[in-house]
């Protein structure tokens, strides 16, 4: 089977290759990847290169596809997994597979499966490890996304807090509690807002920041404090850059300013993380969701609060199998909806461009149709673009009926009608 | 303010009045009320934490009330005998009952015997525990031999807790392990201090051990003292490599990179609250590992540069406790009567009431390790090792020193429950 994938080679070098897939093995399955979301953890691998914790040392010459979060159809199964799963069916991948304590992941660590592909060998680790998921939804796009829900749903459950006079940890934020999201109007930090007023362990005080108006108030509409108040969540959005001393601001939002419980930070940037440290209660559990590209990223943290106070920190990067179903359940109920996060459309040939400028490009998820050509497209400049090409005219009309959010409806639209990718 | 009663039990007592006034006084305690304990203090070990609280006066956290109006006494490590029981408790305890006292709350309030109390401290001869005290497990009998064998169950009891915070995280779930890694790496940073010392022989005679074991200072005395006491070839005999390494940070750090190979510690215990020390720590911490700042620092704003790379991919990650619980203080004297742990390797010196202000006021600077003040005598601060030359000066207490050198000789050159004996048996005669 011939597959076209994006693959990368050392620092910044991603290239997109033809090549030609190995006969899947007995216990291997080979699949039509459809939809992959880039990710700034992809960015990362790419300007890091080999020296990525995930990535095979001799990148060079076995490079890895990159994309992990991704979602298409089953085409062929190999015998030893028959008669779990079928052609046909839609999946989706937890790649952080923890396989025999190795870090490799799709997405890093192989040559033949990665999101931003049009096939790929799924590699008997994988479903040895559970980490093959049948999608039952209608739309690809949510499939991919629920890998980058799941990081959500996992890192809320790798909080946790202390009791008094005992050494077992209460997992999972403080129920009832005075939660912070700090730079938290990005695609991760909408889906942890929708993630944590919709599920079944909520904080009491919510307030999300930003230094972003434009973002904020997306933020404000998209999730909206009244939402919030209906899932007995008081929400608000905070813009710190407009307030004098945002400590105390943040503060004077808990109850008798006693501070947060549970602060988790989107953005790897020192005075936010120690603007973090500084707004814990007692007790109080920081959570480094950003993950940092500098191996040196340090911020200034207050020891005399862990030594006392039991001040503590939390970092996850990926959630596990378990979030990834959480995820699943929850969008299939609704509760969670994912087309939130997604700014930007674009085909296979759009991959390396927007991975390696991935920080410099505005707005939430770009999410990539990997058998299309399409260059990345703001969801927001359809109706402009609409003018002299009649597939994004159709498109803007699609969209403009969903709240200026990505659709099912659209995605259908899109894969009947777009360029195929040569 | 102190209520003068009739008949109200008179004491004398180390209290602090504010930053650096500490006076030793007589005073009445109040009246007994129907659920409270009189008790008479016999042994308090001086802790860095009194020196701090000193030093801080109405700034430290445990402190509650304005001290120049309620001043506190000090001393939370303390042993003693039950005087007298309220009538409401007559059925718990009973007059000649010794017991220890715990500086942590049930509740979690931040009050503390030693801290925040008029009427209770360590360094004392009388004083009453509350029954709010009591409830809250600041209170508990004692059946070990010695009373300064009962003082030292509360540093134990900070060691065991601080093992027992440590945790670590499995790929792929969110329940932690509780404590030490087991058959892990194990560092005890500026470790040969009077707790290091409780650390390493909880580390290698716990219920959980760590496969390598190490120990470094910069102190050379201390830590060839530690050395002594716990020999690498003792550790080996329970399956623990147990190093001890010298030097400034700098140099240790480079030793301790040298002996796990890179790879990182599972588990980092500092015993100084020094930034450096603490960078370095953040440094030594391998996948998953566990660094547990055990000292507290003075200042409220002490912070340290610590790497959230680590924290995010490595899982890297913090534990600070001050003060065991009342199960942390049950496993300490468990250990103790089976003869596991060996609280007397702390003890350096002894003294009396008298001499225990200038023990607190200078502490950081004074030699060897423990402390331990008799509360009942009058006594100079006077070290162990010291004991057999004192005997031969021509001093009034020559006759006690000579027999306490014999007995310590008899003994390893360690304080001993017969050592305490004899010293309290010339009660009265100093």
Not at chain 2, 300 to 313: D, E, I
Request: aromatic share 8%; with cysteine.
């Amino acid at each position: 089977m011939k597959t076209k994938a994006v693959r990368i080679y050392g620092k910044n070098d991603l290239r997109l290759d033809d090549f030609e897939l190995p006969p899947i093995k007995d216990d291997e399955i080979l699949a039509r990847v459809v939809s992959d979301s880039i990710c700034m953890s992809s960015y990362k691998f790419a300007h890091q290169g080999e020296e990525h914790k995930r990535a095979p040392k001799d990148i060079a010459n076995n490079p890895s596809i990159i994309g992990h979060e991704f979602c298409g159809d089953i085409i062929e199964v190999g015998s030893k997994w028959k008669s779990k799963y079928q052609a046909g069916k839609k999946f989706t991948i937890q790649p952080a597979l923890n396989y025999k304590g190795s870090l490799d992941a799709p997405g890093y660590s192989y040559s033949n499966i990665g999101g931003n592909a049009t096939y790929v060998v799924i590699p008997n680790e994988v479903m040895e490890m559970d980490c093959l998921l049948e999608y039952s939804g209608d739309a690809y796009f949510m499939g991919s996304l629920t890998e980058p829900l799941s990081c959500v749903a996992g890192t809320f459950h790798a909080h946790y807090h202390t009791k008094n006079g005992s050494y077992i940890h209460e997992m999972g934020i403080r129920e009832g509690g005075n939660m912070a999201i700090l730079a938290g109007v990005g695609p991760m930090g909408l889906a942890a807002i929708d993630y944590i007023i919709h599920c079944n362990r909520k904080p009491s005080v919510l307030v999300v920041t930003d230094v972003d108006d434009a973002r904020l108030q997306r933020a404000a509409k998209l999730l909206s404090p009244n939402e919030a108040k209906k899932n007995g969540v008081s929400l608000s959005y905070v813009n710190t850059k407009n307030v004098a001393d945002p400590i105390a601001h943040l503060m004077s939002l808990t109850p008798k300013s006693e501070g947060f419980d549970d602060v988790l930070v989107f953005a790897p940037v020192k005075p936010v993380v120690e603007q973090a440290d500084k707004i814990l209660k007692r007790d109080g559990c920081l959570n480094f969701f950003a993950g940092p590209s500098d191996p040196e990223f340090k911020a200034e943290f207050n020891f005399y609060n862990v030594h006392y106070n039991n001040t503590h920190v939390v970092g996850t990067s990926g959630g596990n199998t378990e979030d990834m179903r959480e995820s699943l359940e929850m969008m299939g109920e609704g509760k969670l909806n994912p087309s939130i996060l997604v700014t930007h459309i674009g085909g296979l040939d759009a991959v390396i461009p927007t991975t390696l400028d991935l920080p410099n490009i505005a707005g939430g998820k770009k999410l990539i149709y990997t058998h299309i050509s399409m260059p990345l497209t703001p969801i927001s400049e359809f109706r402009e673009k609409g003018k002299t090409d009649p597939l994004f005219a159709k498109l803007a009309d699609i969209v403009e009926r969903y709240d200026g959010l990505w659709s099912v409806e659209a995605e259908k639209y899109l894969l009947e009608s777009a360029k195929k990718i040569a | 303010m102190i209520q003068k009663i009739q008949d109200a039990p008179l004491t004398r007592a180390l209290r602090l009045y504010g930053e650096g006034d500490l006076r030793l006084e007589d005073f009445s305690l109040p009246q007994l009320n129907p659920s409270d304990v009189l008790v008479r203090i016999f042994c308090d070990s001086v802790c860095m934490s009194t020196y701090k609280l000193l030093n801080q006066g109405d700034r430290h956290k445990r402190v509650i009330a304005n001290l120049a109006k309620q001043p506190i006494i000090v001393g939370h490590e303390f042993c003693g005998e039950i005087v007298a029981v309220g009538t409401d408790r007559k059925e718990e305890f009973h007059p000649g009952q010794k017991f220890i006292a715990l500086p942590v709350r049930k509740d979690g309030a931040i009050e503390a015997p030693g801290y925040s109390y008029e009427y209770i401290g360590g360094a004392s001869t009388l004083g009453v525990f509350h029954s709010d005290l009591i409830d809250n497990g600041c209170f508990l009998p004692f059946q070990g031999s010695a009373f300064f064998l009962g003082a030292l169950t509360e540093p134990y009891a900070c060691v065991i807790g601080a093992f027992k915070a440590n945790y670590h995280c499995q790929r792929g779930s969110y329940q932690h392990q509780m404590g030490i890694r087991p058959g892990g790496l194990c560092a005890l940073l500026a470790g040969s201090g009077p707790m290091g010392l409780a650390a390493i022989d909880y580390a290698i005679n716990g219920d959980t051990t760590p496969s390598v074991l190490v120990v470094s200072s910069r102190n050379r005395e201390k830590l060839a003292r530690a050395m002594r006491l716990f020999p690498p070839e003792e550790a080996e005999k329970k399956g623990i490599t147990l190093h001890y390494v010298i030097g400034d940070t700098v140099e240790a750090e480079r030793q301790l990179l040298q002996i796990c190979e890179g790879q990182g510690f599972d588990d980092i215990f500092i015993f100084a609250p020094d930034k450096a020390l603490v960078e370095s720590a953040d440094r030594l911490l391998g996948q998953d590992g566990c660094l547990n700042f055990f000292a507290g620092p003075s200042d409220a704003k002490f912070s340290v540069n610590f790497n959230f790379y680590k924290a995010h991919y490595s899982g890297t990650h913090l534990v600070g406790t001050s003060g065991g619980s009342g199960e942390d203080v049950a496993e300490a004297i468990r250990l103790m009567e089976l003869g596991r742990i060996r609280p007397e390797v702390l003890v350096t010196h002894i003294g009396g009431l008298s001499s225990a202000a200038d023990s607190v006021r200078n502490l950081p600077n004074l030699p060897g390790g423990k402390k331990l003040h008799y509360t009942q005598i009058d006594l100079p601060l006077i070290a162990i090792d010291e004991l057999e030359a004192l005997a031969s000066d021509d001093s009034p207490n020559q006759k006690l020193y000579k027999a306490l050198a014999e007995c310590v000789s008899q003994h390893a050159g360690l304080w001993n429950a017969e050592a305490e004996k004899i010293l309290l048996s010339h009660l009265g005669k100093l």
